[in-house]
């Protein structure tokens, strides 16, 4: 269930230390190495997955339940405006580590931290289709 060239793997197990806002059986949280803002976090789980798709859905309701803990705790100390929760699947969506791990990050007025995309027109048609489409699957 570890992956021995995987970093998150190192600091998951606490191979590699680091500063841990929060540790069970099945996760560490830690900081980001390049915060996108003050507090930006990481939930990492213990054991290796590459991704979303590779996750249990157990473990998957497990780090949705954390991250609505750790939110609050953060949000508290850290008095943010705001937050994101980010989680990036393949590199074409973002993802550089591949090694599952959920993105923690308070947001501050004014702080211009995240431009997460830019909003075009749906077809009416298409949604109807592919919403059919998808319920059957
Ligand atoms: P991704 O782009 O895969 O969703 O996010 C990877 C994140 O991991 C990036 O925000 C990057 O700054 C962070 N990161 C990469 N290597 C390390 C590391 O060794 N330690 C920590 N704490 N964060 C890292
Ligand atoms: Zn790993």
Known sequence: MKDDNCIFCKIANGEIP???LFED???RVIFDLSPATKGHAL???KNHFRNLYDIEEETAGKVFKLAHKMSVKMKDYFKCDGFNIIQNNEECAGQ???HFHMHLIPRYKGDNA???WAPKEA????LKK???DI???
């Open 114 to 116: 995240l431009k997460l």
């Open 123 to 126: 077809d009416a048609e298409e």
């Open 96 to 98: 550089t580590v591949f």
């Open 18 to 20: 680091s500063n841990t």
């Open 130 to 132: 592919m919403a059919e």
């Open 135 to 137: 319920r059957g699957l």
């Open 25 to 27: 059986d099945d996760f």
């Open 43 to 45: 939930i990492l789980p």
